[in-house]
Nanobody, 118 residues
């Protein structure tokens, strides 16, 4: 089993930056991909970005392309999300998640709040 713990959220003004971290522990070798999701108040959880652990191939939702960067440090078993040019619409609880090959995301962190003020 993999355990995930996010950190790095906070309050930032529009146009500012934050970097989220997600520390993975446990059976991390079983993770094929890791991703970031977010859930704003009153909305469903949505995909933000993902990375294939073995070769760092990345995927982004259109609304964050060019502003957010997902990366990983395999030696530290840590996933990152660098968020630049933040907008009030980015306000949400951000979750990291992991999945095995051919499977849905089935391991989730507790979430970290990101609030962007206008």
């Amino acid at each position: 089993q993999v355990q995930l713990v996010e950190s790095g959220g906070g309050l930032v003004q529009a146009g500012g930056s934050l970097r989220l971290s997600c520390a993975a522990s446990g059976r991390t070798f079983s993770s094929y991909a890791m991703g970031w999701f977010r859930q704003a108040p009153g909305k469903e959880r949505e995909f933000v970005a993902a990375i294939i652990w073995s070769d760092s191939t990345t995927y982004y939702t259109d609304s964050v392309k060019g502003r957010f960067t997902i990366s990983r440090d395999a030696a530290k078993n840590t996933l990152y999300l660098q968020m630049n040019s933040l907008k009030p619409g980015d306000t949400a609880v951000y979750y990291c998640a992991a999945r095995g090959p051919g499977r849905a995301y089935d391991t989730w962190g507790q979430g970290t709040q990101v609030t962007v003020s206008s």
